[in-house]
């Protein structure tokens, strides 16, 4: 299971493998937002939290369908499928380094970001948090869509299009976390729910991954 | 007479089509005659005048709505189970009459929010649910058109409709939690308290009827083509081999 994580972890830190491209198109989007809306600071201060997490979770879908597509493509999926480690632990592995590589520097990139947005002082504790507690939702979500959409030729429409839907109470509860936050009210609800289903989705959802990518590789 | 007998395709085709014409005949009667009993004699609502007589389509599609994605959960879980494969059909056949039924639910509800709320569209947590419900739709029935192996597209579409319906669940009671709504509460419930006045809910009770039978007989009627178009596929490569 180490072996796997690094060598997914290698892979995606060498050349050509896709890191850091996630953190741009974050950095990207929320750079974007304040030309769209315009640069009134009260009103970017109202929305950072959501921007900012509605840019984490693109910024996440957009680095979903190297996460198994690449292992597809060169063959090395059947191999691990006939390896003897499950293939539940295998999905969850995945999902794991997909964290690692996409949803941690997400984190570490988000208040500097909030900054940007002028997000005020009392929110970035809770806009980090939240992050910590939902991407790790957002992962293993966004495997399962990789998983079904795998054996596909133009996946990465559909997949977003399948993936979406199932990111919806995540985000509610994730972002809910971050504005009740910057606006100083209490989180704990949410806060909460946002773990619930964080902890519930990384339980579970690793059975329909693998489920799904058996039914693929048949 | 029991489910599995009509795994086999023959069977179920010469069933549904004896049971067909009694379902289009008994859902169109029962239709149209909830729907002019609810529009032209029921009495106008004191606050609301005659706009409230667009109940008579919104609560019977969007009670289909509903029931659709719940008919292709249980068609879904009974392939997963025991590969019935008419059963497997008829889930897809379902999806695109329950994104129909969304539909009608959503804009009636727009027609109707138009002069009662003064909007057309509020994030209003039924609101809200039905279009994440409508998103859920779009993406069964766009990954059963994106994979060309029928068993392996009804395998991967039924899982994906198993974990939807949790997450769809999930949704529902997120958006409660996210915004509180303008939406009446239930129209029809075991409370009579909230209930609509028994003047209205006589003919709505025909209607949702009439819109049972309908769906009935929509996805008995698909679920027969897709067994033609499927048989024709058989014949199609079998002849391809010969030749």
Known sequence: ?218 | MSIWEYANPKKFLATSEKVMPALWVSSAVLISAGLIWGFFFTPDDYRQGSTVKIIFLHVPSALMAINAWFMMLVASLIWVIRRHHVSALAARAAAPVGVVMTLIALITGAIWGQPMWGTWWAWDPRLTSFLVLFLFYLGYIALWEAIDNPDTAADLTSILCLVGSVFAVLSRYAVNFWNQGLHQGASLSLDEKENVHDAFSSPLYVCMAGFVLLFLALVLYRTGTEIRARRIKALMARERLEA
């Not at chain 1, 950072?48 to 979770?57: E, N």
């Not at chain 1, 596909?152 to 509610?172: A, C, D, H, Q």
Request: one cysteine or more; aromatic letters at 6%.
């Open chain 1, 1 to 218: 299971m180490i072996a796997l994580l690094l060598r997914d972890l290698k892979l995606a830190f060498r050349a050509g493998g896709g890191f850091g491209l996630g953190l741009a198109f974050f950095l990207i989007v929320t750079v974007m937002v304040p030309f769209s809306v315009g640069p009134q600071s009260e009103l970017l201060a109202r929305i950072a939290p959501g921007v900012l997490w509605l840019g984490a979770l693109l910024a996440c879908l957009l680095s979903l369908d190297r996460l198994l597509a690449l292992d597809w493509e060169d063959g090395s999926l059947d191999l691990l499928a006939t390896a003897p480690l499950p293939l539940e632990s295998t999905v969850t592995i995945k999902a794991l380094a997909h964290w690692i590589t996409t949803g941690l520097p997400l984190i570490m990139a988000a208040p500097v970001l909030g900054v940007l947005l002028n997000l005020p002082v009392q929110g970035f504790q809770w806009l980090v948090i939240s992050l910590l507690l939902g991407t790790p939702a957002l992962s293993v979500i966004g495997t399962f869509g990789a998983a079904l959409t795998v054996g596909l030729k133009r996946g990465g429409l559909l997949m977003s299009l399948l993936v979406m839907p199932l990111y919806v109470p995540t985000l509610i509860f994730g972002s809910e976390v971050a504005r009740r936050g910057a606006e100083g009210m209490a989180v704990q609800t949410p806060l909460l729910l946002l773990a619930g289903i964080s902890a519930a989705s990384i339980a579970l959802l690793p059975f329909a991954s693998a489920a799904v990518l058996r039914v693929n590789l048949r």
